[in-house]
Nanobody, 115 residues
Framework: QVQLVESGGGLVQAGGSLRLSCVAS????????IGWYRQAQGKQRELVAL???????SYADSVKGRFTISRDNAKNTVYLQMNSLKPEDTAVYYC?????????WGQGTQVTVSS
């Protein structure tokens, strides 16, 4: 099993920045990818960004050029740097990791962007 703990959410004005962190523990070897989804109130959970074990990254079109995903393997931590935030980025952000065909999820961290 993989345990994921997110941090770094909060309230920020439009145009501001936040950095989310996700610390992975447990069976972290052979994780296929790790990254972020988000869920706004009343909407479905959607992909934000992923980073694969081999290094490539993937972003939702809505965040390309504004968000950057990175990882520190020594700390088992993945980061999501979010710049130029917009009110529509308001959501609960969830860290996810895929291993052995299963997706593991963190508890989520709230990001609120005021206009």
């Amino acid at each position: 099993q993989v345990q994921l703990v997110e941090s770094g959410g909060g309230l920020v004005q439009a145009g501001g920045s936040l950095r989310l962190s996700c610390v992975a523990s447990g069976s972290t070897l052979s994780i296929n990818y790790i990254g972020w989804y988000r869920q706004a109130q009343g909407k479905q959970r959607e992909l934000v960004a992923l980073i694969y074990y081999s290094g490539p990254t993937s972003y939702a079109d809505s965040v390309k050029g504004r968000f950057t995903i990175s990882r520190d393997n020594a700390k088992n931590t993945v980061y999501l740097q979010m710049n130029s935030l917009k009110p529509e980025d308001t959501a609960v952000y969830y860290c996810t990791a895929r291993r052995d065909g299963l997706n593991y999820w963190g508890q989520g961290t709230q990001v609120t962007v005021s206009s």
